[in-house]
């Protein structure tokens, strides 16, 4: 005579919980060590001399650090930015470093004509991007009532569907594919994981960056 043991939905909820929590302490351990192992033996680094880095929203903040170390390193930085004289000032401070090979566009990435546009222009006067950037967005301070229809438009468009456009992915990532050389870079926010005061708009864009990022690589 068989006997048919039912296991109740609670008993199968926790046996879930715990193997979940077994992956994870599995994947913090591993993470652990690949960290110590990465003391002793690094990765080595990449050469970016005479890569073509394409860094949006350069003129200030991240985007402008991100320009002048990648011209540190030997690259050619092409900047964009909305506003022409911090995105100038950025490019003219690499070259008191001594890097000439630098270049400001003033670009509207919240206007996907006007990133094809520069794109194109771009492209004839320097060459095919290989690295890309995606750095620039904007955070207005507000509660979610006091957003305009026009600035939720603006927030959404600059902070992710840039992304798509210019990888932006209608205009800079065919050509790496096509040489099968180049990379993408998306800048998210720790605001992405845990949300703060007046990021109704912000932080779900960040979160949408990294998902982003994530998903799209089984592309």
């Known amino acids: 005579m068989k006997m048919k043991i039912k296991i109740s939905p609670n008993i199968k909820e926790v046996l879930s919980d715990i193997l979940n ?6 994947k913090i351990l591993y993470y652990i060590c690949e960290g110590v192992y ?3 033996v690094p990765k080595k680094k990449k050469c970016v001399t005479g890569e073509i880095v394409l860094v949006t929203g350069a003129g200030q903040g ?14 050619t930085v092409v900047c964009w930015d909305i506003n022409k004289e911090t995105n100038e000032r950025t490019m003219n401070e690499i070259k008191r470093m001594g890097n000439s090979s630098v270049y400001a566009y003033r670009c509207d990435i919240s206007d996907r004509n006007e990133i094809f546009e520069t794109a194109e222009k771009m492209r004839k006067e320097i060459g095919d991007v290989t690295i890309l950037v995606n750095n620039a ?7 979610f009532e006091d957003y305009s229809a ?3 438009s603006s927030v959404m468009n ?4 840039a992304h798509y456009w210019a990888s932006m992915m209608k205009v800079f990532l065919p050509s790496m594919v096509e040489k099968n050389h180049g990379h993408v870079v998306a800048i998210s926010s720790i605001l992405a994981l ?4 007046f990021g109704t708009l912000y932080c ?4 949408a960056v990294r998902g982003n990022r994530i998903y799209s690589i089984h592309d």
Do not use: H, M, W
Request: charged share 15%; hydrophobic share 55%; aromatic share 8%.
């Open 137 to 143: 967005a904007i955070a207005p301070l507000a509660t």
């Open 21 to 26: 929590f077994l992956f994870l302490l599995l």
């Open 194 to 197: 845990c949300g703060g005061q």
């Open 62 to 75: 991240i985007g402008r650090e991100l320009a002048i170390g990648y011209a540190s390193l030997g690259a």
């Open 204 to 207: 779900p864009t960040k979160s």
């Open 158 to 161: 600059v902070n992710l569907i």
């Open 150 to 152: 026009d600035e939720i």
């Open 38 to 40: 990465r003391l002793f």
